[in-house]
């Protein structure tokens, strides 16, 4: 049975996922005027903001101040924050289906895509995301004991987030203190031997995922410089005029001129490598990687990658995938396994009323944090045309008080944003004492342990 929503009974909506899709979905919701909603957002970690906390670079501190915007919506009465509960655990798909009149999954991807060669295995070689996940002190990665005794590392890919790897290793202590870096990553990193990092493409030059400003950090490294082969990122005039991408453009105009620099002996170096492809990781006798082959490529007609047979061993300990995030099935809930996605259409879940999605779970890993709002807004106008066309089952059990004390009988021990806002205060205090801008706890049973008193 449909319904008509009122301020006494308005529309329940569960958003899981607390990532920006999410946010900017609770937003859209209580933006809008025609129908009273109220927006309950779950994360099964007791901070919200996922990659924005999780993902994104610690020294690019100005990405994310974007949760002041964040704040503003979990500080509406009208949206609530309930951390530290996991959706098919704490909360299955039919207590959702219960309690809300619609569901909107925006879990992003947290999976990743692997090179498919022989060695991927071996210690040493690991996921970007993995790495990522430890220097930002994601509760997931953060017991790991992280060895990094390399003097050499291959980051295979040429997006943003090859170089926030790159960046990370080849920074100075002094230079990773001003960011939020975790603080065991900090005390690793210090210590760290990396003299060379290679950073590979498989493509040529313009064809690299990266943007300027994130390229042109390598020039400004206290310690390190880029080191880029001339041959390798020379480009058909012909191919050149039919450059439109000002990025591409801009990104050439650095790339040449990290090529033509005179070195300065720094004691660290980037060597930005194009049109080579991994082929196999190398092992020693006790199963740690100590090489990388690569094989030279040239780009046929149609811009795509062939291997010349002609290849090289680089020198490194520790080979990180970075080619591509991938979204992870959700209990109870359709999946497209080939494309890492929720099946939709216009954000509405196919074969289910009154269920949607945002984000990367929805259209694949793509764009930037900017990108997800107009998507979340698009996935809501869809809801809530369907909400006003009476289309939504109106579910049973829709108050706060019933959600409530679901979860208090199975003993979920729900973080509330205050909550969050008190472990937000205790970290940047701690921070400042040290001279940073923040000091990140990064074990859930500690962050539990921190709240609004």
Do not use: C
């Amino acid at each position: 049975m449909s319904h008509s929503f009122t301020p006494e009974r308005p529309l329940r909506v569960a958003v899981i996922g607390s990532g920006p899709s999410g946010v900017y979905a609770a937003e859209a919701l209580i933006k809008q005027s025609q129908i009273p909603t109220e927006v309950d957002v779950f994360d099964r970690l007791p901070t919200p903001y996922g990659l924005v906390r999780y993902g994104v670079a610690p020294d690019h501190l100005t990405i994310k101040s974007v949760t002041k915007g964040f704040e503003k919506t979990f500080s509406d009465p009208r949206v609530r924050f309930l951390g530290n509960v996991e959706f098919g655990t704490d909360l299955t798909h039919d207590d959702l289906k219960a309690h809300y009149d619609a569901i909107m999954y925006t879990v992003g991807a947290s999976g990743d895509r692997r090179l498919g060669i022989p060695g991927e295995d071996l210690s040493g070689s690991m996921s970007a995301t993995e790495f990522v996940a430890w220097y930002n002190g994601h509760p997931d990665a953060a017991a790991r004991e992280m060895v990094l005794s390399a003097t050499g590392v291959a980051v295979v890919g040429v997006g943003n987030v090859a170089l926030d790897v790159s960046r990370i290793l080849l920074k100075t202590v002094e230079e990773l203190r001003a960011s939020d870096i975790a603080p065991h990553a900090l005390d690793v990193l210090e210590h760290s031997p990396v003299t060379d990092v290679w950073i590979l493409g498989r493509r040529g030059a313009a064809q690299a995922k990266f943007t300027t400003k994130e390229l042109r950090e390598f020039g400004e490294l206290s310690d390190a410089e880029p080191v880029v082969r001339p041959e390798e990122v020379t480009v058909d005039e012909h191919a050149e005029a039919a450059i439109t991408d000002n990025v591409v453009k801009k990104n050439l105009e650095v790339i040449r001129d990290f090529a033509g620099r005179t070195p300065e002996a720094k004691p660290r170096r980037v060597h930005l490598r194009f049109l080579v492809s991994p082929v196999e990781i190398l092992g020693d006798e006790d199963g740690n990687v100590a090489g990388l082959k690569i094989e030279r490529n040239t780009l046929d007609d149609a811009g795509n990658a062939v291997g010349t047979g002609e290849t090289e061993v680089l020198p490194v300990q520790m080979v990180l995938r970075s080619v591509g995030y991938r979204g992870v099935a959700l209990p109870g809930v359709p999946f497209d396994e080939k494309r890492g996605v929720i099946p939709n259409e216009g954000g509405r879940v196919l074969g289910r009323s009154g269920e949607y999605t945002s984000g990367w779970i929805k259209r694949g890993p793509s764009g930037v944090i900017g990108t997800n709002r107009k998507d979340a807004t698009d996935t809501v106008a869809h809801l809530l045309a369907d909400a006003g066309a009476g289309m939504l089952p109106a579910a049973a059990q829709a108050t706060r008080a019933e959600i409530d004390a679901l979860l208090g009988e199975r003993g979920v021990d729900v973080y509330t944003f205050a909550d969050w806002q008190a472990l937000d205060t205790h970290e940047q205090t701690q921070g400042q004492a040290q001279g940073r801008p923040r000091a990140k706890v990064v074990h859930r049973h500690e962050m539990l342990g921190h709240r609004r008193k």
